[in-house]
C-alpha cells in the first residue's frame, strides 16, 4: 500500500487545517489506519487511529480538536484539525497497521502554527 499524505501548511494559532492521505493498492478500511506527527528532536508520536470496525482514538493531546476519518470509496484518510496550536507544529503522516505494527510511512505532511 502506498500512502501519499497532502494538505499540510501554515497557520494561525487557532485556525483549522485538513489533512488527507490517498492510498493506493488496497483497500485501507480493512485495517486500523492511523496519523502520526513529528517535531524537530521529538519522539514519533501517535495522534489518532480509527479501526477496521470504526472505533476512534485519540491522543489526550488532540482530543475534541482533531478528528479522523475514513473515506473508503475515496480510499482517503482525513485527519481534521481545529483550534490548532503551536504544539501542533510538527510533520504528520498517515500509516497502516499490520499485525501490531505501523507500516507505509511515506514523506509525511508538513504543519506549522504561528
Known amino acids: 500500500v502506498q500512502l501519499v499524505e497532502s494538505g499540510g501548511g501554515s497557520v494561525q494559532v487557532g485556525g483549522p487545517l485538513r489533512l488527507s492521505c490517498v492510498a493506493s493498492g488496497d483497500t485501507i478500511s480493512r485495517y486500523c489506519m492511523g496519523w502520526f506527527r513529528q517535531s524537530p528532536g521529538m519522539e514519533r508520536e501517535g495522534v489518532a487511529s480509527?479501526?477496521?470496525?470504526?472505533?476512534?482514538s485519540y491522543a489526550d493531546s488532540v482530543k475534541g480538536r482533531f478528528t479522523i476519518s475514513l473515506d473508503n470509496a475515496e480510499k482517503t484518510l482525513y485527519l481534521q484539525m481545529d483550534n490548532l496550536k503551536p504544539a501542533d507544529t510538527a510533520v504528520y503522516y498517515c500509516?497502516?497497521?499490520?499485525?501490531?505494527?505501523?507500516?507505509?510511512w511515506g514523506q509525511g505532511t508538513q504543519v506549522t502554527v504561528s
Open positions: 500509516v497502516r497497521k499490520v499485525g501490531g505494527s505501523w507500516y507505509d
Open positions: 480509527i479501526d477496521s470496525d470504526g472505533s476512534l
